[in-house]
């Protein structure tokens, strides 16, 4: 299948998990997984993670630090793909402030996003 075809794919999906309110962490990580591998970039990841705020961190569902901090990864990940440092740096700071540990992974991106921003 090409690129496009699976985030339809899953977009379709996800359509699903989100009239069932079935939303839990582990599906947010899996659609930024999905957009990150297939550059798919024609989302907004701030919203994303308002989204993810909204549903599942304000609820009582236990947080998984390890799965939070990949979501945020991966929506760091999402912009510098698309070459937009100004939010990659931004949610870098959001990160941070939250006391997740910013390692090589992090740098990585940020290296990528420096590239493609030219």
């Known amino acids: 299948m090409k690129p496009r075809e699976i985030v339809e794919l899953f977009q379709k999906f996800w359509s699903v998990i989100e009239r069932e309110g079935r939303k839990t962490q582990e599906n947010f990580v899996v659609i930024f997984q999905c957009y990150t591998d297939n550059s798919f970039t024609e989302f907004d990841p ?14 009582h569902v236990a947080r998984e630090l390890s799965s939070l901090n990949k979501l ?16 990659a ?14 390692d ?10 420096n590239s493609r921003a030219g």
């Open 46 to 59: 701030w919203e994303m993670l308002e989204d993810y705020r909204r549903t599942i961190a304000d609820s």
């Open 72 to 87: 945020y990864y991966l929506a760091l990940l999402s912009y510098c793909q698309r070459g937009d440092l100004k939010n």
């Open 104 to 113: 090589e992974t992090y740098f990585t991106a940020l290296l990528l996003g």
């Open 89 to 102: 740096v931004k949610l870098l700071q959001q990160v941070k402030t939250e006391g997740f540990l910013v």
